[in-house]
């Protein structure tokens, strides 16, 4: 077997057995990274996984520093990982959970090429809600650069998604304000903005890079556009709401 393949193999045995030490030391770079991420998007999809859309990590200009990248990254949701609006997530269901509040779009047609605008995005909305990612690591202790995160489908878990549809509007998403709950008190606030300077942008940026790779976003896709804030830790037993105002809340909780 090549590294990219078993590099692929041995996150996805991950999922079901134990984190593992980082792969970044394996891996000749990004390139190869998002290799290991398409080999193991194409074996859960030959084991009848169902591709729902698409996630955007790595928004935040901070978290970028921290890694040493200059662009976000992105990585596949599968129709198995959306939680309903007030579900609960058992335990072990993702490794190392971690949840952060974000705005999900969901497009009424495709949207694809390397000139994608904000507007593009806006055009080929249907509507926008607010979203909680629960992040998982299949690397030990979250020990990740991009390499080890890009391979791991970066880091997707699962995706819960408010009931509340409003209009996508380029000049308003940066103005939504968010304050995300854990067990009932406000423990981080942020507002659109901090999406990459609007979540529409996030997700032109998702267009023009899947472009480079051959691919675009689907009608019907849900897109995560990105955090609004930092990712706070999970644990068994944790209820976490998100509070968009006038765009609706999302609500998830952990079992004990």
Same mark, same amino acid.
């Given at each position: 077997?090549?590294?990219?393949?078993?590099?692929? &193999?041995?996150?996805?045995?991950?999922?079901?057995? *134990?984190?593992?030490?980082?792969?970044?030391? #394996?891996?000749?770079?990004?390139?190869?990274?998002?290799?290991? #991420?398409?080999?193991?998007?194409?074996?859960?999809?030959?084991?009848? =996984?169902?591709?729902?859309?698409?996630?955007?990590?790595?928004?935040?200009?901070?978290? #970028?520093?921290?890694?040493?990248?200059?662009?976000?990254?992105?990585?596949?949701?599968? *129709?198995?990982?959306?939680?309903?609006?007030?579900?609960?997530?058992?335990?072990?269901?993702?490794?190392?959970? =971690?949840?952060?509040?974000?705005? /999900? +779009?969901?497009?009424?047609?495709?949207?694809?090429? /390397?000139?994608?605008?904000?507007?593009?995005?806006?055009?080929?909305?249907?509507?926008?809600?607010? /979203?909680?990612?629960?992040?998982?690591? &299949?690397?030990?202790?979250?020990?990740?650069?991009?390499?080890?995160?890009?391979?791991?489908?970066?880091?997707?878990?699962? $995706?819960?998604?408010?009931?509340? =549809?409003?209009?996508?509007?380029?000049?308003?998403?940066?103005?939504?304000?968010?304050?995300? /709950?854990?067990?009932?008190?406000?423990?981080?606030?942020? =507002?659109?903005?901090?999406?990459?300077?609007?979540?529409?942008?996030?997700?032109?940026?998702?267009?023009?890079?899947?472009?480079?790779?051959?691919?675009?976003?689907?009608?019907?896709? $849900?897109?995560?556009?990105?955090?609004? *804030?930092?990712?706070?830790?999970?644990?068994?037993?944790?209820? +976490?709401?998100?509070? +968009?105002?006038?765009?609706?809340?999302?609500?998830?909780? +952990?079992?004990?």
């Amino acid at each position: 077997m090549s590294v990219i393949e078993n590099t692929a &193999r041995d996150l996805i045995a991950a999922y079901d057995q *134990a984190p593992i030490a980082p792969v970044r030391e #394996q891996l000749n770079g990004v390139a190869e990274a998002y290799a290991v #991420q398409q080999k193991t998007v194409r074996d859960w999809l030959a084991g009848g =996984r169902r591709i729902a859309g698409r996630k955007i990590g790595l928004t935040a200009k901070a978290v #970028q520093q921290q890694l040493g990248v200059d662009e976000p990254d992105f990585g596949t949701i599968f *129709a198995d990982m959306v939680v309903p609006h007030g579900g609960e997530v058992a335990k072990g269901t993702v490794q190392q959970p =971690r949840i952060e509040a974000e705005i /999900a +779009f969901v497009l009424k047609r495709d949207l694809s090429g /390397a000139q994608v605008t904000a507007e593009d995005v806006i055009a080929a909305t249907d509507y926008v809600c607010p /979203a909680l990612e629960i992040c998982g690591s &299949r690397i030990a202790d979250w020990n990740i650069k991009i390499e080890d995160t890009v391979a791991d489908n970066a880091s997707a878990g699962l $995706i819960v998604l408010g009931e509340q =549809r409003s209009a996508a509007d380029l000049a308003q998403l940066p103005q939504v304000a968010m304050q995300l /709950a854990h067990n009932g008190t406000v423990a981080v606030e942020g =507002r659109g903005e901090a999406c990459l300077g609007n979540p529409a942008i996030a997700v032109a940026w998702l267009a023009q890079a899947l472009a480079r790779y051959g691919e675009g976003l689907k009608a019907g896709d $849900i897109v995560m556009s990105g955090a609004l *804030a930092r990712m706070l830790p999970a644990s068994p037993g944790d209820v +976490f709401e998100g509070d +968009f105002g006038a765009f609706g809340s999302v609500k998830v909780s +952990f079992a004990g």
